[in-house]
């Protein structure tokens, strides 16, 4: 089974700070790669499909990039509402998700 | 519009059985497979498996093989997943979710159903 390690587990940012959070597959998953934003009490909701691709209704502050085993989900100018915890999914093979990052505010 | 409806909060003993449905809407319930995700308390997501919504064949995730049931109601847009034999660490949030075939992301989500197992 392919496996999905997300290095951070939380981290402490500031309103308008631009966030980086990287995945990876303990094999090449071929950017068969989604992100997930999940709120408190809330259903997961898809950003990103494909490492690149942003959903429609999705702001433009998100974005994905990688290739191979490495992917990234990058936030520009963090809002109040980008407060979350985010997964990433590879589903190349069957499915699997990362355990997910924790954005806080400092 | 879209929506995937889940039933409601359940609470049970160990050794009882739950099921759960999740009701499709504003789509074609045949043209999307469904999934199962399970979240326990403070934890991640994990995929449970999925059912072909076209033939009604259940696949499941290795961890998931025995005391679970994915089961539709095509007639309803309703798929539903069963648990039996409960034990404590089913204690979870349980989320149904789409995605346009096999290996596509998932791209609408129940609202999540509680099942809290506690004698």
């Known amino acids: 089974d392919i496996q999905m390690t997300q290095s951070s587990s939380s981290f402490s940012v500031s309103l308008g700070d631009r966030v980086t959070i990287t995945c990876k597959a303990s094999e090449d998953i071929y950017n068969r790669l989604a992100w997930y934003q999940q709120k408190p009490g809330n259903a997961p909701r898809l950003l990103i499909s494909g490492a690149t691709s942003l959903e429609t209704g999705v702001p433009s502050r998100f974005s994905g990039s990688g290739s191979g085993k490495d992917y990234t989900l990058s936030i520009t100018s963090l809002q109040t509402e980008d407060v979350a915890t985010y997964y990433c999914q590879q589903y190349w093979s069957t499915y699997t998700f990362g355990g997910g990052t924790k954005l806080e505010i400092k | 519009q879209i929506q995937l409806v889940q039933s409601g909060p359940e609470l049970k003993k160990p050794g009882e059985t739950v099921k759960i449905s999740c009701k499709a809407s504003?789509?074609?319930?045949?043209?999307?497979?469904m999934h199962w995700v399970k979240q326990a308390p403070g934890k991640g997501l994990k995929w449970m498996g999925w059912i072909n919504t076209e033939t009604g064949e259940p696949t499941y995730a290795d961890d998931f093989k025995g005391r679970f049931a994915f089961s539709l109601e095509t007639s309803a847009s309703t798929a539903y997943l069963q648990i039996n034999n409960l034990k404590n660490e089913d204690t979870a949030t349980y989320f149904c979710?789409?995605?346009?075939?096999?290996?596509?992301?998932?791209?609408?989500w129940g609202q999540g159903t509680s099942v809290t197992v506690s004698s």
């Open positions: 504003g789509y074609t319930f045949t043209d999307y497979s």
């Open positions: 979710a789409r995605s346009l075939r096999l290996y596509y992301a998932m791209d609408y």
